[in-house]
């Protein structure tokens, strides 16, 4: 989803089932964004802001699946931005991720809530070992998966030239951080094109999962998506 007029730009990445998936990632992804329009116009700090769309996503995706058995253990991922004026933040759960380009250097501003993420923190494999563990889909936070989540919050600043990248695991599974910066990098590429050249990239490389990209670039006068 994104969204440069309100300054909403997220990724919902469903899990428990094709059908379960797909619910649980579209009531998260419609709840974040409701939540943040019916409060657009009240005080305090977006961050919290975003933080309580994301309890409200979690809590609704959560009473879903106990209202219908057929549910079941349905839950999403969530990694979502906030623009506003100069500024942005970033609420996440799961193993989506969130990067940004800035003077050419790409960095990961978020860190994945999985098994194989707590391996690689602790020094037992390599990052560019995670997408081929046995064991990567094993995620230790989701919405909807329990009464009460953690959201990881992030802010900073943003500058003119940034470009910012919310992706699924189904691109970072086969599109190395490489070529990520080798498409982000491409100054006469809309955002679109990266995001196509990056969808491309991770069908080419045999990408079973779903892949969700979106690409946001800041500009002096406005957020480019």
């Known amino acids: 989803m994104a969204n440069a007029e309100t300054g909403l730009f997220l990724v919902a990445d469903g899990m428990g089932g094709h059908a379960a998936g797909e619910i649980a990632s579209q009531l998260a ?18 961050a919290e802001k975003l933080r309580l769309a994301a309890l409200e996503a979690n809590a609704r995706v959560f009473e879903a699946q106990r209202e219908n058995c057929a549910l079941a253990g349905m839950g999403s991922t969530l990694t979502a ?21 800035r003077d050419g250097v790409l960095d990961q501003l978020t860190r994945d809530h999985s098994l194989v993420w707590h391996l690689y923190e602790n020094g037992v494999l390599k990052k560019s070992d995670l997408a081929k563990h046995p064991q990567k889909n094993l995620i230790t936070r989701s919405i909807g998966s329990h009464p009460q989540v ?4 992030e802010g900073g600043e943003g500058r003119a030239g940034d470009v910012y990248l919310i992706c699924s695991d189904g691109l970072t599974d086969e599109v ?14 809309t955002p679109q094109q990266m995001a ?30």
């Open 196 to 225: 196509d050249q990056l969808v491309d990239a991770a069908n080419q490389a045999g990408g079973p999962d779903n892949i969700t990209v979106v690409v946001i670039r800041l500009q002096a006068d406005d957020t480019e998506a």
């Open 29 to 46: 992804a419609a709840t974040v964004d409701g939540w943040m329009k019916a409060h657009a116009a009240e005080s305090g700090e977006p």
């Open 176 to 189: 190395s951080e490489e070529s990520i910066h080798e498409a982000l990098a491409a100054q006469r590429k």
């Open 150 to 153: 953690d959201i990881d919050i």
């Open 81 to 101: 931005f906030f623009f506003q004026d100069d500024k942005y933040c970033v609420a996440h759960v799961g193993d989506s991720r969130a990067y940004r380009l």
